[in-house]
Each structure stands twice: as C-alpha cells, then as structure tokens.
C-alpha cells in the first residue's frame, strides 16, 4: 500500500517478511539514538540475524500478530506491530509497539501506520483490546494515542532509567 505524507513524500506500506530482518535492525539501532522514549538507546537493539528472521516468520504465523514496516525508496523510515500472545487466557490483547525516524516525526507517519494497525485488529477474529505502554512525559504521542481511542489505564512508577533520572510508563489501552 501506498500514502502519501504530509510533506509530500509517497511511502511502502506492507507487512515485514524475513528478508527485512537485517535493515529492521540496522533502523532500531538508529532510532535508539534519536529519542530516549523507546525502551532501546543507540545500537542497543542486539539481535542474532538468523533468530530475527524466525521471530518475523513466527510473527507472520500468528493469527493475532503483524509486524508492518514503512518505507522511502526503499530506506525504512517506521516500523509497527501488534504482537499478542497466543494463550487462551491473553491471546485477545495485543501489544503495539511504533517506531517513526526523527526525520519523518510530524508528517502523519505515526497516525497511518497507527490506523492500519488498529483496522487490522479486528479483522484477525481474536483481538480485542490493544495495549500500549509509553513514557509518562510523551506528550506528542500521548495525544495521538487519545485522538485514536486509547485511554489511560495505569502508571508504572520509575520504570526506566536513563542517565540517572527514572521516568515513569504509562499503560494505554483501546477496546476493539
């Protein structure tokens, strides 16, 4: 799928297969150093090729889980998914995870890939609820979050560390 941004730039929308793996990872360990609101710094997103490849086939194979990458000319410019687990008892909640490079914040980026996910979910026929979790002081993604439907569900005291200073996680939800 095709969209074009606010600035005028046309994007590759589509799901991740394994032979993304290697530049999935080389984008984490990028966007790790870009902002301290992901729960990875720069070139902290370790991860054996051969076994994120099987986690992306794995991921594919699941019912209740996507993984969707954005991309310009050919570079990945976002990565989102919604991954659940496949208990009986949790498999209704998946778990969002977004991920848009600096240079692209403020373009629409987030909310598109946002929508995609969150029109897919009902679709699988299992999900029910989408869970989120994020910094207590991320006000910019915060309000995108409540302009979708998600509302506040819980704060995670202190829950991260960085440069000796703890922040706190909050905990969003939106029920499909």
Known sequence: MNVRLKNGNEVTIKEANKNDAQQMINFYNVVGGET???????????????????????TSMEQNSIILIATLKDEIIGIASINSSQKDRTKHVGTLGIVVSEKLIGQGLGRILMEELINWAPSNGVTKKIRLVTREDNV?????????GFEKEGLLKKDNLINGVYYSTLVMGLFI
């Open 140 to 148: 910019f993604a915060i309000e995108l979050y409540e302009k979708l």
């Open 36 to 58: 301290d609101f992901l729960s990875f710094g720069k070139n902290e997103f370790n991860r054996d090729l051969e076994e994120y490849k099987k986690f992306i086939d794995s």
